[in-house]
């Protein structure tokens, strides 16, 4: 990316250090059964006395004791011992992370073992430590229509570990709704609205009518903060598949609270390392071309004598074969026999054949040396004895004679390379010539004739790419007929072997074409018409580079190549292969509003359920028009994932149409979504009259752990209504 300073860039927050357990000052509330609330959210945990001594008389507290609602149990590698960690220390230990679990299994509570510890941890903190019993009321939360399991079991730990005196349960929402619409004063809450609460795991929907919730008309969706968080995360996984980093669901999470519905686009900054770079002065960058020139100049000498020898090698060899060719006319039939066969040859072809075998070779070494070497002219060397009849030589003359024949073939070899290379400038000179010529006679129509040869090489070369990929593909076309080509060649008639002694011939091969058909289907090798046109395609580009003002770099093969759609460089923008910090970067675009329209369409992330206006339509169907309007006038919007930015604006697009045009739409939301929901619990624990629901110790061990009274906020679900209360 050329310009990444002009981005707005957001880094990851950094994790907070894990708290100390500080235990606050017990004894003001020691023998005062003061209410002790808690929040039991999926996520966080939220605690503490309804009040605070400091402002008794004044109010209900402001601020709960808040904890991550995880914990973890292993052992430490050091110590071997058992170590139990909860709240925000698990996110510091690997192996904490690895074995950290939650009270809750999705939507339903059932890691009791966890919520114990959760407790525990709650009611050490609260200072309550030295005492046989927890002796205050408690006022805790349970999901809408919560299972009686759950209930039950929490009951049980309730009443039986920790000895509470009485215990009220009470719906989350319900109380974030009391909080921003009820009274000032110790009343009960009087208020219309219909609530939409955003939870971790689910979205229920519960119609509040004279300030009491009418659960039978209440419904829930199984989608969630956690499960838009995971959907964020699969589709940036999906979009980064070689992210350097991993991203994690909490940073998901942080991300998905801040920025739905915000910005055209957001840019995260994951932590990165920066590489080290150690930059060297123009001394060390000279000695190390210099060595690196002497160390190429060492192995081209070493190659050289190495082929030098392999060429004496074969030349000593080839003489031995002509010298042994030779003594077949000056032996009889059988010493020649004789001979043939202590060197492994059954017949005179034989010996022949590889004495054209060596000549061919020994020349096409001597060629590639000539050609390796200078085209400095060299004298034309004697040969005096190849002139001489071989009568009038001795044997020594002999060998000389016929090395000096050698030496001979040799030489003219390279007279030849070097008449052909001489040739080839030549033509080639003449060539750029007629070019030069060309062009200052007409340089736009040489131009355009360069671009059409530059436009139908890429052609070419684009469809041989576009050919190999669809041969990845088996039921492609172009596979398909690969496979015809090669079933074609099984299925050839060939000669048989009857013909074949009667004298008949395979024709395959005379013509040059039939090869063809073994380079189409061969996919693995490269062509070398795909190297010519490599080729050609360069030294175009070059010429039109040099001499074409319209012909830029951005108009180069590698170039185009290598370019990418204005839509993809939008959706992923691309950084510089050294660029760290931008490849550490998450750009989020459509993927934020993907993961918030899950709440509307859960279909956009595979769920069978109907979106949040299909459930909002069909719970207002259950009411008449009068009440309808009394409802739609405050629309609440209930939960942490509430505090989403657009959320309101999107919450009433999609109820308008389904409302009359006259019917009043007011959408709001909660003052502070997470602590709202404690704070409205604590308002209502000050308020005695309140407790007349609760259950006691008694009726616990009377009803059984899955009973309680029916009151305005909480479940209705094993609920029982107390005439006497």
């Given at each position: ?119 525990d941890y709650a009611f050490l903190r609260m200072g309550i430590d030295d005492a046989d019993a927890v002796e205050h009321p408690v006022f805790m939360t349970e999901r809408l229509c919560s ?118 686009e957001r840019v995260i900054q994951f932590p990165f390392a920066a590489p080290t770079e150690n930059e060297k002065t123009e001394e060390e960058l000279a000695r190390g071309a210099e060595r ?434």
């Amino acid at each position: 990316m050329s310009n990444p300073e002009a981005l707005s860039i957001a880094h990851l927050p950094t994790l907070p250090s894990p708290r100390p357990l500080h235990q606050l000052d017990y004894e003001p509330f020691r023998g005062q059964k003061s209410p002790i609330v808690i929040d039991n959210g999926s996520s966080t945990l939220r605690y503490g006395f309804a009040y605070d001594p400091a402002r008794r008389g004044v109010g209900p507290r402001i601020y709960p004791d808040t904890s991550p609602n995880v914990i973890s149990r292993f052992k430490d590698r050091k110590s071997n011992k058992p170590v139990l960690i909860f709240g925000d220390g698990v996110e510091f230990d690997s192996g904490a992370r690895a074995q950290a679990r939650t009270p809750w299994e999705g939507d339903v509570l059932l890691n009791f073992d966890a919520l114990e510890n959760a407790l525990d941890y709650a009611f050490l903190r609260m200072g309550i430590d030295d005492a046989d019993a927890v002796e205050h009321p408690v006022f805790m939360t349970e999901r809408l229509c919560s299972p009686l399991h759950s209930r039950t079991l929490t009951s049980e730990l309730m009443f039986e570990l920790y000895g509470v005196p009485r215990l009220l349960y009470g719906i989350d929402s319900l109380m974030s709704f009391y909080q921003n619409n009820g009274p000032s004063t110790k009343s009960f809450c009087k208020a219309d609205g219909l609530i939409v609460s955003f939870n971790t795991a689910s979205t229920s929907v519960v119609p509040m009518l004279s300030g009491k919730g009418i659960l039978s008309h209440c419904k829930r969706i199984p989608w969630g903060a956690s499960h838009a968080a995971d959907y964020l995360q699969r589709l940036v996984q999906l979009k980064y598949p070689t992210f350097p980093g991993r991203v994690t669901s909490p940073q998901i999470t942080v991300d998905i609270s801040k920025s739905l519905y915000a910005q055209h686009e957001r840019v995260i900054q994951f932590p990165f390392a920066a590489p080290t770079e150690n930059e060297k002065t123009e001394e060390e960058l000279a000695r190390g071309a210099e060595r690196r020139r002497l160390q190429g100049k060492k192995l081209q000498e070493i190659a050289a004598q190495k082929r030098a020898e392999k060429l004496a090698d074969m030349e000593e060899w080839l003489q031995h074969l002509t010298e042994l060719l030779d003594r077949r006319e000056t032996i009889s039939g059988e010493e020649w026999k004789r001979a043939l066969s202590a060197e492994s040859y059954q017949n005179d072809a034989e010996l022949e054949n590889d004495v054209k075998k060596a000549e061919k070779e020994v020349n096409k070494r001597r060629k590639k040396d000539a050609a390796d070497g200078d085209d400095q002219e060299e004298e034309e060397p004697s040969f005096p004895l190849l002139d001489t009849p071989d009568e009038e030589l001795d044997e020594e003359s002999l060998k000389e004679k016929r090395k000096q024949r050698m030496m001979k073939a040799g030489w003219e070899a390279r007279v030849r390379v070097r008449r052909e290379k001489e040739r080839e400038r030549e033509e080639k000179e003449a060539e750029e010539r007629r070019e030069a010529d060309e062009r200052e006679r007409d340089l736009g129509g040489w131009a355009d004739k360069l671009r059409r040869e530059h436009e139908a090489t890429m052609i070419r070369i684009k469809e041989r790419t576009r050919r190999k990929a669809a041969l990845s593909d088996r039921k492609s076309a172009v596979a398909q007929a690969r496979m015809k080509s090669i079933a074609s060649l099984a299925a050839d008639d060939r000669v048989s072997k009857k013909r074949r002694k009667t004298g008949g011939e395979d024709m395959f091969g005379a013509d040059d074409a039939d090869w063809a058909i073994y380079r189409k289907i061969n996919t693995a090798a490269a062509s070398s018409d795909e190297e010519d046109d490599v080729a050609r395609l360069e030294t175009v580009e070059s010429k039109l580079l040099a001499h074409d003002p319209t012909f830029s770099a951005e108009h180069t093969y590698a170039a185009l190549a290598q370019k990418r759609s204005a839509l993809m460089q939008a959706f992923r923008p691309q950084y510089d292969e050294g660029d760290p910090a931008g490849a550490a970067r998450v750009h989020l675009s459509t993927e934020r509003w993907r993961a918030c329209e899950t709440w509307f369409s859960p279909g956009i992330a595979g769920v069978d359920a109907a979106g949040l206006g299909e459930v909002i339509q069909n719970v207002l169907a259950r009411f008449n028009e009068q009440e309808k309007g009394r409802l739609v006038k405050n629309v609440f919007l209930a939960g942490a994932p509430s505090e989403m930015p657009e959320l309101m604006e999107r919450v009433h697009n999609v109820m308008r149409p389904i409302l009359p045009p006259e019917m009043e739409l007011r959408v709001c939301r909660a003052e502070d979504g997470s602590l709202d929901p404690w704070r409205g619990m604590a308002h209502n624990a000050l308020n005695s009259d309140l407790w007349k629901y609760a259950v006691t110790n008694e009726e616990y061990n009377e009803w059984g752990g899955e009973r309680i009274r029916r009151w305005w906020g909480g479940n209705w679900n094993s609920s029982f209504v107390d005439d006497t209360v």
